[in-house]
């Protein structure tokens, strides 16, 4: 039997605000444990929390990205349970009316076809703080605690783990236009559960749950689904029946193992928070914070595809990052003339493989824009060849030399001189008599490999343009 | 008469004038304190340091005010007079000691006593032990502010700050023949103040004069940006609401109050008090509050909520006691249960049990449902009315130990106090007779939220017409 793979996403995510949802501590994470720290986040007697206006404003910017309804009249909610590292031993969260609802965003699948996927809700609440477990004792640092932190639950609405994958990813790339988070799932300003659960191809009922945790990269996510996927297909091709259970994914021996199986549904008995007053976003307030958001990823495909005919594939790498397609939108501005073809195969062609191999992004070569134009406009005057050109923009970014001095270092200016080309020439149908021959009966293969054989004797240097001229010219 | 039984205004001229000097004024109060305190032990931790406490310059002069321990006092210990809190001095101070420290105010060394997280209505609740009633010492001083009720009253103290959630100022003004304020909810910052029910806590004076809850209410209230529940209104100078007049104000008197259960003599002295505010010039009428009776379910079922949580933070990780333990859960247990008192641990679970998966909306949910209504009730009241007058309490102070073993009995006391709580609006408490005993009896006053000022008048008028509040108990 074939089926099918149901997935849903929860991801928590840290605001990097100037300070804490509820208190006036400045977020800082170089700081020394329990440094970061005040009376309000601790949770200590008699103090009170006071939200934080720049979060709220965050979460709206974040909802209203991922296209969320909304809620006018929003409010606080305790979520009441014990643990250390939670100083009040409630967690100030949002229960039954979540700051918004009801949104999605696009991924796209392996043909390019847009797929939507459901936002269940996206609520703000304050993040825990951390506990470091020694040998015979556990110490609680609370720096982190009170850190805003916004929920994004998707619907199950991804059916495999690349979507899984692709979600996160496109998630990613707006929460960076957006500029609200770090989003580094290493560092756990961003982190993510996934709801896993197969049921056969056609059914309309929900297969057993399973909860994985403990997953540190995007990567990690799609290999935790990917290996779940395999085990619950085994054990229902056996036959086998399970508890919806939570498991935690172990990096080293990329397994996942069996946390804890359900136990009654935990209460945590939550109800309006006391402290903090029901609070109203109107109409006036999302429509400034509408009119504030940047440009999407998704938006400025659409436009690059436009503007500078781009095709989907080239426009999505482009803008897959925001200060990649800042960089890249700049080259093309600068670049001259009405056809952007040129500069856009030169950005997601040798400027990308440059970048992958350094493990660098786009503009985090550092590249002069300009020295870059220049660098192609000798490749279209043919003053250089195309590889010359490949060449100098990888010692153009180790050295940050010029074009014009990394072409006369190197002495790669085209020969286009035909008294210099025709000795070589000559050379060449010298020692293939076999492909002149071939090329004379008909067989125009021939050209390019005599054409390929001068090259390589100038040393890339030739101008191959001019070369096959004059050997079709001595030829025919 | 000695110093310290003067009231606030009166050593406020003679501070300003120079006439006293603040060492004499904490002399007497010590002396007090060394004479008295053995019978009625109003005050906590009384080993503090007894010294003259040191101001900043500003129009209250160094006098001192006596604080219940549960408003944080910065370095000053502050343990809502429960074992769980042992030890701890907040590194910060509550909104309204930081206002009195900045209007020249001194934080009285010596605490007051309460009930335990104010759970109570007699100060019985106490992990220190009971205070006594300056009247009657084998009688409760009322809660939960009895401490600061009970020093006032015997002149340990010139005047207190308490809190109400449900009553806990005016009810033991009442009981000690002192004046006691709950102003409206959003008035005074809760800032620093250890909380029971966030939603019903307000900070407010207990004073031995209408004039002096008057000063001390201005000095306390206003907007804070640390309480997002306090209002951001101007604050009247209410010294210009003593003025010696009802004539024509409209005085609802609800039908409902007059229950069974309520004590004939109160009930006679309630009377005479209303009379003579008519005799004055007052206008009564009965008035009805319909849902009277579903405010005592109510408030112990939202009060009891959110103090389960709010009394959640108290396990041992970082301040207070700590019970010895091997692994965390038995940490949580022990120090839990070793550390809060009887009728702590009783509203815990019941706010717990309110809150609760299944309950929740039949209990908490249904109970907020009421709480409007009730609030309705004094809303169409007030459109007609300046103000509502009622007893404070069924009874006057009742015996040390009487209703202890009594808890809902005890609860059904708070009836005529609490739903000013849930309706968020102001009652001041005014001694208005004694019984035959010789116990002190108190009338409240309500009115409309942020109207202190009518509150103030009718007081003020009803004490300058009597003189209740000038009888002292022997000590």
């Known amino acids: 039997m074939n089926y099918q793979t149901v997935i849903g996403l929860e991801v928590h995510l840290q605001l990097k605000t100037k300070t804490k949802a509820f208190c006036g501590c400045a977020i800082d994470f170089g700081k020394a444990p329990n440094s970061g720290t005040c009376p309000v986040c601790l949770g200590f007697p008699g103090t009170l929390p006071v939200y934080n206006k720049e979060a709220l404003n965050s979460a709206i910017k974040v909802a209203l990205a991922f296209n969320c309804q909304i809620q006018e009249h929003t409010k606080f909610d305790r979520k009441n349970y014990f643990y250390p590292d939670l100083p009040k031993n409630y967690q100030i969260s949002q229960f039954d009316l979540p700051l918004s609802r009801n949104g999605h965003l696009i991924i796209f699948d392996q043909e390019h076809q847009p797929k939507r996927i459901g936002i269940t809700r996206i609520h703000l609440e304050e993040d825990a703080g951390k506990l470091i477990h020694e040998a015979d004792s556990s110490l609680v640092d609370f720096n982190r605690t009170g850190i805003p932190l916004l929920e994004i639950v998707s619907e199950p609405d991804l059916n495999s783990p690349q979507e899984a994958f692709d979600y996160l990813s496109s998630l990613k790339s707006i929460l960076e236009y957006l500029d609200v988070s770090d989003c580094d799932m290493e560092k756990g300003s961003l982190r993510c559960d996934a709801n896993i659960s197969l049921r056969p191809q056609g059914a309309k009922e929900l297969g057993v749950k399973t909860e994985l945790k403990n997953m540190n990269s995007f990567k990690g996510v799609k290999d935790a689904l990917t290996f779940e ?241 004059l050997i079709k010219r001595r030829l025919v | 008469m000695e110093l310290n039984q003067l009231t606030a205004h009166e050593l406020l001229d003679k501070l300003a004038r120079k006439e006293v000097a603040l060492e004499a004024l904490y002399g007497a109060l010590y002396g007090r304190i060394q004479k008295t305190e053995s019978k009625v032990r109003a005050y906590v931790r009384s080993e503090a340091a007894r010294k003259t406490v040191s101001s900043s310059p500003g129009p209250l002069n160094g006098l001192p005010v006596t604080i219940k321990d549960n408003i944080c006092t910065e370095g000053l210990e502050t343990e809502c007079c429960s074992k769980i809190l042992k030890g701890f001095r907040p590194p910060y101070d509550a909104t309204v000691i930081a206002k009195l420290k900045k209007s020249g105010a001194g934080i009285f060394p010596l605490k007051a006593n309460m009930d335990e997280f104010a759970f109570g209505s007699s100060t019985e609740n106490s992990f220190f032990g009971p205070t006594a009633n300056p009247w009657d010492l084998g009688a409760v001083p009322g809660g939960s502010s009895g401490g600061s009720a009970a020093a006032v009253a015997s002149d340990e103290a010139i005047w207190a700050l308490g809190s109400d959630t449900g009553g806990s100022i005016r009810q033991p003004a009442s009981f000690c023949g002192v004046v006691g304020l709950k102003p409206t909810y959003g008035r005074v910052s809760r800032f620093g103040l250890i909380a029971f029910a966030s939603s019903l806590d307000q900070i407010g004076p207990i004073t031995k004069d209408v004039e002096d809850a008057a000063i001390l209410t201005k000095v306390i209230s206003g907007y804070d940006p640390n309480d997002s529940t306090s209002v951001n209104l101007d604050v009247p100078d209410y010294t210009q609401s003593l003025v010696n007049d009802v004539k024509g104000l409209k005085i609802g008197l609800p039908k409902e109050y007059l229950v069974e259960g309520m004590d004939p003599e109160v009930k006679s002295i309630i009377e005479e008090a209303v009379n003579k505010l008519k005799s004055l010039g007052a206008v009564s009428k009965p008035v009805s509050l319909p849902h009277t009776e579903y405010a005592v379910p109510v408030y112990y079922i939202v009060a009891t909520a959110e103090a389960s949580s709010n009394l959640a933070r108290f396990d041992g990780v970082q301040y207070g006691y700590r019970a010895k333990s091997d692994n965390l859960i038995e940490m949580y247990k022990k120090t839990r249960a070793e550390g809060f008192g009887e009728e702590a641990k009783r509203r815990i679970l019941l706010g717990t049990f309110a809150l609760s998966h299944g309950y929740y909306d039949a209990y908490y949910l249904r109970a907020l449902k009421v709480r409007t209504l009730i609030k309705q009730d004094f809303d169409r009241v007030f459109n007609d009315f300046d103000c509502i007058v009622a007893p404070v309490s069924p009874t006057a102070a009742f015996k040390i130990g009487e209703r202890s073993d009594d808890p809902l009995k005890m609860y059904l006391s708070d009836i005529y106090t609490i739903s000013v709580n849930l309706a968020g609006i102001p009652a001041i408490s005014v001694p208005c007779g004694f019984t035959k005993k010789g116990l002190p009896v108190g009338l409240q006053i309500m009115a409309k939220a942020f109207n202190e000022e009518m509150l103030f008048r009718v007081a003020h008028t009803f004490e300058q017409n009597t003189q209740w509040h000038k009888l002292k108990p022997k000590l």
């Open chain 1, 229 to 469: 996927v395999k085990r619950q297909t085994e054990l229902l091709q056996a036959g086998q029946n399970w508890q919806q259970e939570t498991r935690l994914w172990d990096v080293q021996k990329g397994i996942t193992v069996s946390m804890r199986s359900k136990e009654g549904a935990k209460d945590y008995r939550y109800f309006p928070d006391p402290d903090l007053a029901v609070f109203i976003i109107n109409t006036p307030m999302i429509s400034k914070i509408k009119a504030g958001l940047p440009e999407l990823p998704q938006e400025k495909m659409r436009r690059f595809m436009r503007d500078y005919s781009l095709s989907e594939p080239d426009a999505k790498i482009l803008v897959s990052s925001k200060n990649d397609a800042r960089f890249a939108e700049d080259c093309i501005n600068r670049y001259p003339g009405k056809d952007k073809k040129n500069i856009v195969n030169w950005l997601i062609g040798p400027l990308l493989s440059e970048a992958n191999s350094r493990k660098l992004e786009l503009h985090e070569l550092d590249l002069d824009k300009n020295e870059l134009i220049n660098l192609i406009g000798f490749v279209q005057r043919q003053e250089i060849s195309l590889l010359s050109a490949k060449t100098i923009l990888t010692r153009m970014i180790d050295s940050r030399k010029s074009a014009q001095t990394l072409i006369t270092e190197g002495n790669l200016l085209q020969i286009s001189d035909t008294a210099q080309l025709e000795q070589v020439i000559a050379a060449v149908i010298r020692e293939n008599e076999k492909s002149v021959a071939d090329f004379k009966a008909g067989k125009t293969n021939a050209l390019m490999f005599l054409v390929g054989q001068v090259m390589k004797k100038s040393a890339g240097k030739a101008n191959p343009k001019v070369v096959t001229d």
